[in-house]
């Protein structure tokens, strides 16, 4: 059956980050005279985001913070915990890392995204995203000219649920006011997208596009709901 809605994640599954943070850390440092390397940035990025969100789930939504200022306090804890502790070199620092984020420069959009969404939206599928991201992924799809195919992007920020709650993928069926039975969702996490989806009552698939991916893909999730390529989608929704 044709889905009346087909519903995406982003990071993994549209768009990859072009480089590691540390690596982009690093560069944007270098012009505060600061030199760090970027696996040292890359491991004090991981340990500085895990504490924030052990501390204050989901961009602190729920503790009265911005994501704006979840990120920046994940910027600066990362610095901080490379050795940089000046607060007039980390505050612009972070500042402009966190917007600088957004650009389009950052992001690649794999290379069978784009036929497929045309082809999806050629056929008269509405499409929308559910992504465990903050509110700045509508601006980073329209810099990546992906913003126009989805009706509607819900974020985990926006919704103050994240996946695999399953509220975040009732909340957007309410929004499209359709039923389970009636939406497929593609993802690339097998618990967060695959899993979680069909809990709910939809039809689900699993994009991997490395063979590792496909390797441990299949200890969990049938070969015929797995995705080498999008382009395999175009012929499920035929």
Not at 56 to 67: D, H
Not at 75 to 88: H, I, L, M, P, R
Not at 153 to 173: H, N, W, Y
Request: proline share 3%; glycine share 6%; net charge neutral.
């Amino acid at each position: 059956m044709r889905p009346q809605l087909l519903t995406w994640d982003v990071k993994g599954t549209l768009l990859c980050v072009r480089r590691s943070v540390g690596e982009l850390y690093s560069s944007e440092a270098k012009l505060h005279g600061l030199q760090l390397e970027a696996r040292a940035l890359d491991r004090s990025f991981q340990a500085a985001l895990q504490m924030q969100d052990k501390q204050f789930p989901n961009y602190g939504r729920g503790r009265g913070l911005t994501s704006q200022q979840w990120w920046v306090d994940v910027v600066k804890k990362t610095f901080c915990f490379c050795g940089v502790s000046d607060e007039q070199v980390l505050s612009p620092l972070a500042e402009k890392l966190y917007h600088q984020f957004c650009s389009a420069a950052n992001w690649e959009v794999y290379g069978d995204v784009q036929d497929t969404l045309d082809h999806c939206r050629k056929i008269g599928v509405s499409m929308a995203v559910i992504s465990n991201f903050d509110r700045r992924l509508e601006q980073i799809l329209a810099n990546c000219n992906l913003r126009q195919y989805f009706q509607f992007v819900m974020t985990s920020e926006d919704a103050g649920i994240a996946k695999p709650d399953q509220r975040i993928f009732r909340a957007a069926l309410n929004l499209a006011q359709v039923e389970p039975r009636q939406v497929m969702h593609i993802g690339d996490d097998i618990r967060m997208d695959y899993l979680a989806a069909r809990a709910v009552g939809m039809e689900s698939y699993l994009i991997c596009r490395g063979q590792e991916e496909l390797c441990d893909a299949k200890r969990l999730v049938p070969r015929a709901h797995i995705l080498s390529s999008l382009h395999q989608l175009c012929d499920l929704i035929k």
